[in-house]
Nanobody, 121 residues
Framework: QVQLVESGGGLVQPGGSLRLSCAASGSFVSINAMGWYRQAPGKQRELVATITSGGTTNYADSVTGRFTISSDNAKNTVSLQMNSLKPEDTAVYYC???????????????WGQGTQVTVSS
């Protein structure tokens, strides 16, 4: 079984910074890509940022220039540095990984349990 465990959420004032981290553990042979998604109350889950195993990144327009995603393939971790946070960034942030558990299994989208980020004065 593969687990993604997030950490680093919390309460921050507008304009502040937070760093989220996610670590994959369990039995798998590869992770093709990892990313962060978020879901605010009453809204659908949306993409924040993704990064492939080759280092190609993709960001939502709303976070471009403020958030930076990075990964450590050797440690199977992904991080999200969030700067200049706004109240509209308040949401539960979920880590996602495209994980292959064995070479004869297909790639499966795997989710963490989520971590709350609240931006408020």
């Amino acid at each position: 079984q593969v687990q993604l465990v997030e950490s680093g959420g919390g309460l921050v004032q507008p304009g502040g910074s937070l760093r989220l981290s996610c670590a994959a553990s369990g039995s798998f042979v590869s992770i093709n890509a990892m990313g962060w998604y978020r879901q605010a109350p009453g809204k659908q889950r949306e993409l924040v940022a993704t990064i492939t195993s080759g280092g190609t990144t993709n960001y939502a327009d709303s976070v471009t220039g403020r958030f930076t995603i990075s990964s450590d393939n050797a440690k199977n971790t992904v991080s999200l540095q969030m700067n200049s946070l706004k109240p509209e960034d308040t949401a539960v942030y979920y880590c996602n990984g495209d994980v292959r558990r064995s070479w004869w299994n297909p790639v499966e989208s795997t989710w963490g349990q989520g971590t709350q980020v609240t931006v408020s004065s």
